[in-house]
């Protein structure tokens, strides 16, 4: 019998109410709080046409643990740039990143992607599966790429690809799989490694509306459940309500809605 997709909050349950002390015990930061995403100052640039566009502008900005913050705004606001930014993949014009007690701006090019590798989950719109490995073997990259064991590995895997209905897939290559089946390959990539952070990028962009909300909430599900920090970037508003926290980004800046 195929696997069942783990059951997911309703839309209504996802949603933040006066009532749910569990949500809000978890994120309501107070001022003793560190935060787990701390960016003083950040600023990004970018020579076009050789000339300097600036994308970020002195952004300051605390995400603490176990957070789902949305990050609204029309296509190229920024929104993308700044996930860059915190998970290391590009570097800041100026200003800094820090994660927990590490300093990402204060990293090497290879120590932010070794950072990057052990602690941060993205997911992409695009899925950025590699086509000539299975469903299993894309799922293990990372801890395999960590030097873990395999046994373990495959454990981990097989156990998430469960949990996304897709146990029965991991032999598969990505170019049999919808887009949808892609998608909740990527997410479980992007968990097995049991990240502090999970960033995800337009993750139902390139979804029809029925998948992108199947994908969502298990998304959503898989994060609350094991306590993990959110950010998603996208440009649909009818994700807010299920946020912790909706940032907007417009015109360089963060704009609490």
């Known amino acids: 019998m195929k696997n069942q997709l783990v059951q997911p909050f309703s839309t209504l349950a996802l949603r933040r109410k006066p009532g749910n002390k569990q949500v809000a015990a978890a994120v309501s930061p107070t001022t003793e709080m560190i935060p787990l995403v701390y960016l003083d100052g950040l600023c990004k640039e970018f020579i076009e046409g050789g000339q300097a566009r600036s994308v970020l502008k002195e952004v300051e900005l605390s995400i603490y643990a176990g957070e789902f913050v949305v990050l609204l705004g029309h296509s190229g606001s920024g929104k993308s740039t700044l996930l860059n930014l915190i998970s290391g993949i590009e570097r800041p014009t100026s200003g800094t990143i ?11 090019e290879r120590n932010r992607t070794l950072f990057r590798r052990d602690h941060i989950g993205f997911v992409f719109q695009f899925f950025n599966l590699i086509p000539t490995l299975t469903v299993l073997e894309n799922v293990t990259l990372p801890q395999e790429l960590a030097g873990h064991d395999a046994r373990s590995t495959n454990a981990a895997a097989l156990k998430l690809l469960e949990q996304v209905a897709l146990a029965d897939r991991c032999n598969t290559f990505p170019d049999k799989l919808s887009g949808g089946e892609q998608q909740r390959v990527a997410i479980a990539r992007a968990l097995v490694h049991d990240p502090m952070l999970v960033l995800a990028d337009e993750p139902t962009g ?36 299920l946020a912790d926290r909706v940032l907007r980004v417009h015109e360089g800046q963060i704009i609490n809605v």
């Open 206 to 241: 390139n979804l029809d509306e029925e998948t992108g909300n199947r994908v969502l909430e298990l998304l959503l599900d898989l994060t609350r459940r094991a306590g993990k920090t959110l950010i998603m970037a996208t440009h649909n508003p009818e994700i807010a309500p």
């Open 98 to 108: 820090s994660i927990r007690d590490v300093s990402l701006t204060q990293l090497s």
